[in-house]
C-alpha cells in the first residue's frame, strides 16, 4: 500500500512539473511589449501592441501590431487546445499556422511546428518547396535584460530547414536543401518573450550555397499588461476592432450598434463621417487623396466615445 502511494505521489509530482505554454504567451488587448533591436541595419526600438481579435478558421486570433522606425507589421496569435500558434503569410500569399508551442511545456520537450510543401510556377520553372520547422524548449536560465531581471525563463530553440527542386519541362534543373535560420528565444512565465538571438540565412537556389546570412537580436525593454477591458467603465458592447490593422486599400471595422462614427486624422481633422451605423459593421476605404499615415476611428453611443487607432500605408 505505501508502494503504491509512493507512486502515486511521484505521477502527481511529475504531472505538475509541465507549464501552461499560454503562461509564457500571455495575451490581452491593451499589452504592450517594447524591445530594442538589433540587425543588419542597426539598432532600433520596437513596440509590440494587441490592438484587438478576430476569427480566423474558426478561432479567435489576437492581433497585434509591431511598430519601428522601419516598417509596420502586424502578426496573429491563436490559443488552440493544443497549443500556440502564430498564423504566418507564406509565399506573401496564404496565411499559415505555425504551432509556436505546445499546450503544456517544459524542458525536453519538442515539436514540429510547420511542415509545409507548396509548389508554383515563376518564368516558365516549375518550383516545389518543403519547410520543416522544429522546436525543442532546451533549458531554463536566468536572464538579464532592460526590463529586469527574470528567474527561470524557458529557452526554445527553433530551426528552418527547407528542400527545393526546380524543373523546366519536366526536366530537373537544380535541388538543394539547407537551413533556413535558426532562432533560440527565452520566455519568462506570465510576461512572454524577453530576449531572442538568431542567424538567418538566404540559399542560392542554383548553387545550394549560403549566400548571404544575417545575425538578429532583440532585448525586452518594458512591458505594460493594463488591459483595456479592465479599465474600462464604458458598456460591454462599447468596443471597436479594425481589421487588417494595418490596411493598405481597405479597412473592416466592427463597432458599437448604433454608434454615431467618424474617421479622423492626427491633426483632428474629419476624414470620414459614417453617421450613425445600425449594423455595427462598415469598411473604411480612403479615397486617392488621403495619405499613409495614422488615423483614429472614433464611435459615440449614449454619450459614451471610443477611439481606435488604425494604421493606412499605400
Known amino acids: 500500500m505505501k508502494r503504491l502511494i509512493l507512486m502515486v505521489a511521484l505521477v502527481a509530482v511529475f504531472a505538475a512539473v509541465a507549464d501552461s505554454s499560454a503562461d509564457y504567451f500571455p495575451v490581452g488587448i491593451g499589452y504592450t511589449w517594447t524591445y530594442q533591436d538589433s540587425n543588419e541595419v542597426g ?14 478558421d474558426g478561432y479567435e486570433t489576437w492581433i497585434t501590431v509591431e511598430t519601428s522606425p522601419e516598417a509596420v507589421d502586424t502578426s496573429f496569435t491563436q490559443l488552440r487546445a493544443d497549443g500556440i500558434y502564430m498564423i504566418v503569410e507564406f509565399m506573401e500569399e496564404e496565411r499559415r499556422p505555425v504551432r509556436i508551442a505546445p499546450s503544456d511545456i517544459d524542458v525536453g520537450t519538442s515539436w514540429t511546428a510547420a511542415d509545409i510543401d507548396t509548389s508554383f510556377n515563376m518564368s516558365g520553372a516549375d518550383i516545389s518547396i518543403q519547410i520543416v520547422v522544429s522546436m525543442e524548449a532546451i533549458g531554463r536560465e536566468t536572464v538579464v535584460v532592460p526590463a529586469g531581471s527574470f528567474a527561470s525563463c524557458l529557452k526554445i530553440a527553433m530551426e528552418s530547414e527547407f528542400t527545393y527542386e526546380i524543373t523546366f519541362g519536366g526536366m530537373p534543373f537544380a535541388s538543394g536543401s539547407g537551413v533556413q535560420s535558426r532562432d533560440t528565444t527565452w520566455h519568462a512565465q506570465f510576461v512572454g518573450m524577453i530576449q531572442s538571438r538568431g542567424m538567418e540565412y538566404e540559399i542560392d537556389m542554383m548553387s545550394g550555397t549560403i549566400a548571404d546570412s544575417s545575425k538578429t537580436a532583440s532585448y525586452l525593454q518594458g512591458y505594460n499588461f493594463t488591459n483595456i477591458d479592465e479599465n474600462s467603465r464604458k458598456p460591454a458592447e462599447m468596443s471597436i476592432i479594425a481589421y487588417p490593422n494595418p490596411f493598405n486599400s481597405s479597412v473592416s471595422i466592427d463597432v458599437p450598434e448604433k454608434a454615431e ?9 474629419k476624414i470620414a463621417d459614417f453617421g450613425v451605423v445600425e449594423n455595427g459593421s462598415l469598411r473604411w476605404q480612403p479615397a486617392t487623396s488621403v495619405e499613409s499615415g495614422v488615423y483614429f476611428v472614433r464611435a459615440n453611443l449614449d454619450g459614451n466615445s471610443l477611439t481606435q487607432r488604425v494604421m493606412f500605408i499605400k
Do not use: C, S
Open 43 to 56: 539598432i532600433v526600438t520596437t513596440l509590440n501592441e494587441m490592438v484587438g481579435t478576430e476569427i480566423i
Open 261 to 269: 462614427i467618424a474617421i479622423f486624422d492626427i491633426n483632428g481633422r
